[in-house]
């Protein structure tokens, strides 16, 4: 019996091609493993096909659980942006594929895994980085990053081994799906300057399609993690569906982004996030009620680290568990409600409360009830300032251009 290969496979054109590709250059029996994280498929169909290209075996796990409450919700607690603009829909996904790809080789008395990413990408980093803290001794095959094939002759490669080819010359994107977003590279969207067309969007109504009137939803979160959702509780994966469904509808979530890929080039990035945009903004406007300034500044700070080592692939590190016990201690308070409006493309926070808020109303009204001592202030100010004046009258006033100057 030869040995065995699991092959992270999604369908597509290069995984397809993979298959063949590693039992001729390997002479590597491949177990095709698909990995259900929502991206809606039809994965029967994708079992019978990693079978006819060649599979010994083709496997489907439903991950949508484990990528929503071991992944999702830890970034969501972070929030954790990449670049100020990304979700990390992808780059979250790639860890809990390493983490199955890991344990489907073992279960199968593999020597090896593979998965279809290129040498220009994240994703080879993300997914080897990962298989190689969780398991040292298999060996890592990436054919796209191996076989020096251009599209064309991956095309070509596929039809010459009657591999079913679904990408036309109508179609050249790249896509990943799944449950926190849609992330589409390639084609004409490899010039920044041109805007994307609208052909690339499917979760996404165009905001002037969108309806008139602005939709508005509740969501209700326990320690910064999503419950409810008009006052329906609601279980992590189904909550998520029901926001990419509803806000996609008003044509929220499209993000545009020039994005610094890990190994160092610049590249324009497509994502369509509408629950992510939504969740996002709505556990941010809950922590600006429960948390104290002090709490919400070093967030910020933790959430470009946390964003980062997702991105770059440092999920399985001790960095991560440290930053994610301090993230989960933060969530103990981030509990409540945030309304928000969906309206044309813009996804506004319009309300938020909560049984932790610190917003004190008799300390911030201005009308009858105001319980703040205003004649506390100027001492207060005296004491603030005093460094301030000291330090201009020994070196001058700071921050003064020339133009008032004399
Ligand atoms: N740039 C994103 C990331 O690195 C998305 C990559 C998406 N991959 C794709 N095949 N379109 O996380």
Redesign the pocket.
């Given at each position: 019996m030869s040995d065995k290969v699991v092959l992270a496979y999604s369908g597509g054109l290069d995984t397809s091609v993979a298959i063949r590709w590693l039992k001729e250059n390997y002479k590597l029996e491949v177990i095709a493993l698909t990995i259900d994280v929502g991206n809606e498929r039809d994965f029967s169909a994708i079992q019978q096909k990693a079978l006819k290209v060649g599979a010994v075996k083709a496997l489907v796990t439903d991950a949508k659980e484990l990528f929503v409450n071991y992944f999702v919700f830890p970034a969501l607690q972070a929030d954790a942006i990449y670049e100020g603009q990304?979700p990390?829909a992808?780059?979250l996904a790639r860890p809990l594929m390493a983490k199955l790809l890991v344990d489907t080789a073992v279960e199968e008395g593999a020597s090896a895994v593979a998965h279809g990413c290129t040498g220009k990408?994240?994703?080879q980093v993300r997914f080897d980085v990962g298989v190689n803290t969780l398991a040292p001794a298999l060996k890592i095959i990436a054919p796209a990053r191996e076989w020096g094939m251009t599209r064309e002759q991956t095309i070509n490669y596929a039809q010459r081994y009657n591999i079913p080819v679904l990408i036309t010359a109508a179609s050249p994107y790249?896509?990943?799906e799944n449950l926190w977003g849609r992330?589409?590279?390639c084609g004409v969207l490899e010039d920044p300057w041109v805007e994307s067309p609208e052909e690339v969007f499917t979760w996404t109504k165009s905001p002037s399609e969108a309806p008139n009137k602005p939709h508005y939803v509740e969501i209700g979160f326990d320690k910064g993690i999503p419950v409810t959702v008009n006052g329906q509780k609601m279980d992590g994966v189904s909550l998520i569906r029901r926001l990419n469904e509803l806000a996609g509808r008003h044509g929220v979530g499209r993000i545009d982004h020039l994005?610094n890929?890990l190994i160092g080039i610049k590249?324009r990035?497509i994502y369509e996030a509408p629950a992510a945009t939504v969740l996002l903004q709505a556990h941010q406007a809950l922590e600006a009620m429960t948390l104290s300034k002090e709490q919400l500044r070093f967030k910020q700070k933790v959430a470009v680290e946390y964003a980062d080592l997702i991105?770059n692939g440092l999920w399985f590190t001790s960095q991560h568990q440290d930053l994610a016990a301090y993230v989960n201690s933060s969530q103990r308070f981030v509990t409540g409600t945030v309304r928000l409006k969906l309206f044309k493309g813009s996804c506004s926070v319009v309300g938020r409360k909560s049984p932790f808020s610190l917003y004190n109303y008799g300390l911030a009204t201005y009308d009858k009830g105001d319980e703040f001592d205003q004649s506390a202030s100027p001492g207060f100010i005296h004491i603030w300032g005093l460094p301030v004046k000291t330090q201009a009258q020994v070196q001058g006033v700071g921050g003064l251009g020339e133009e008032f100057k004399e």
């Open positions: 990304y990390l992808t780059a990408g994240n994703d790249s896509i990943d992330s589409i590279e994005e890929r590249s990035e991105y």
